[in-house]
């Protein structure tokens, strides 16, 4: 079953580059895997097929999976360890686009159908490289991507004169979603870029407040030390932020609650970058001692990895100090990746944040979006504290799955 939307792609879809943007969950994604056997099935054997995503890895779970679960292992094989996988008794070729060296997979070869997962993410290298390959009169491509700032470079792509054929599509074109999900997540978004880009498909620039939601209404989010010792914590979580040059240092303390039911953080502190690694290691077991005190055991510290000298200090201060608690790398997943998190907790109800928290309610306050329309960054110049910021999704990070699923 196709919705109309798709129908009209498998119709219109006959020019060199063949694109859909727009809104997550639409069903952009869903016709490909009935599109990309179509177009192997028609190659000519004249070049190559390339399948190219963020990540290998992403294109095998965005692409190569569902389609296993569609047409079965016999049309759709396994990737193999040199990134090639047999598609309909043809052998592909898979290129993760995600960093800027990775054009050189593509250089010298040419290529008759190519197919892209998440354009957006690219390097532009790799896309720029993608043209100057589909060099044959009928070399094709199709490709996905959800709506980004309208600087962005492939934005600027869709609107010059190649040969595009380009379907826009919003959340309501799907109509095979349940109306409680999609209203779940209009309101999940309401308030933020992401509804403009997620729900409505728009290429729109992410400027000013951040968290809208709080900065609006910050004592909606807040609660009492008495208030929290009502709730069943499960785990507390330490993220840590390191300064250096112009930044501070930052520890934040989040509990999550039952069985990731919400998070709430517990206690912040914000100290300046100008602290040596023993002054840093006072600090911190005073931080985890006023933690544990008044809230509970911390299963995990979890720190920013561009400072090995400084997590080698704390683990050493910990151990003399008789600390429980195990410290570990943080994630660092990429940073609007971190924000959605959080701006999704947010509409749903489960963040809030200790009345004590001071540096994570100005944090959350303040933030802002960096101005420019090519790329979403969050502003970093000293004016808002995007340490506080950092630390506390490394607490949270590692959970986004268990939390939003």
């Keep these: 079953m196709f919705s109309h939307k798709q129908r009209e792609y498998f119709d219109g879809a006959t020019h060199r ?83 800027g060296d990775q054009a050189s997979k593509l250089q010298g070869s040419g290529i008759e159908y190519a197919y892209g997962d998440e354009i957006t993410t690219w390097s532009e290298n790799v896309f720029e490289m993608l ?10 491509f199709d490709g996905t991507c959800n709506p980004v700032g309208p600087e962005h470079w492939f934005k600027r792509f869709l609107d010059s004169d190649a040969d595009i054929f380009h379907q826009s599509y919003i959340i309501d074109d799907n109509p095979f979603l349940s109306p409680s999900f999609v209203h779940s997540l209009k309101k999940e978004y309401e308030g933020t870029v992401y509804y403009d880009r997620y729900i409505l498909g728009r290429w729109v620039a992410a400027e000013g407040i951040i968290y809208r939601r709080f900065a609006d209404d910050p004592s909606s989010f807040l609660l009492s030390r008495e208030e929290i010792s009502t709730f069943r914590l499960s785990k507390i979580t330490v993220g840590i932020d390191f300064g250096g040059n112009k930044s501070a240092t930052a520890f934040v303390a989040t509990g999550t609650v039952g069985n990731y039911e919400s998070v709430v953080i517990l206690r912040s502190e914000l100290h300046s970058s100008l602290i040596d690694s023993d002054r840093l290691g006072e600090l911190f077991c005073d931080f985890i001692h006023s933690v544990e005190r008044d809230f509970g055991d911390i299963g995990q510290v979890l720190c920013d990895n561009a400072e090995p000298i400084l997590i080698r200090s704390l683990k050493k201060t910990a151990r003399q100090a008789g600390l429980g608690c195990a410290i570990r790398l943080a994630k660092k997943s990429p940073v609007n990746d971190r924000i959605r998190l959080t701006c999704r907790l947010m509409a749903q109800r489960r963040f809030y944040v200790c009345r004590d928290a001071e540096s994570v309610k100005n944090a959350l306050s303040t933030a802002l979006y960096r101005q420019d329309g090519a790329h979403d960054e969050r502003l970093d110049n000293g004016s808002t504290d995007i340490d506080s910021l950092d630390a506390l999704e490394y607490s949270i990070e590692r959970d986004a799955i268990k939390l939003i699923g």
Excluded at 63 to 69: A, G, H, K, V
């Design 131 to 140: 043209k100057s390959r589909l060099d044959k009169d009928h070399s094709v």
């Design 17 to 99: 580059w063949n694109i859909k943007s727009g809104a997550t969950r639409s069903g952009k994604t869903y016709c490909d895997y009935f599109m990309i056997p179509k177009r192997i099935r028609a190659c000519q054997g004249e070049g190559l097929i390339v399948l190219i995503g963020t990540t290998v890895s992403t294109l095998c779970r965005n692409i190569l999976d569902p389609m296993r679960e569609i047409w079965g292992e016999f049309f759709v094989g396994k990737p193999s360890s040199n990134d090639t996988v047999m598609l309909f008794g043809h052998k592909c070729w898979l290129v993760g686009a995600g960093r």
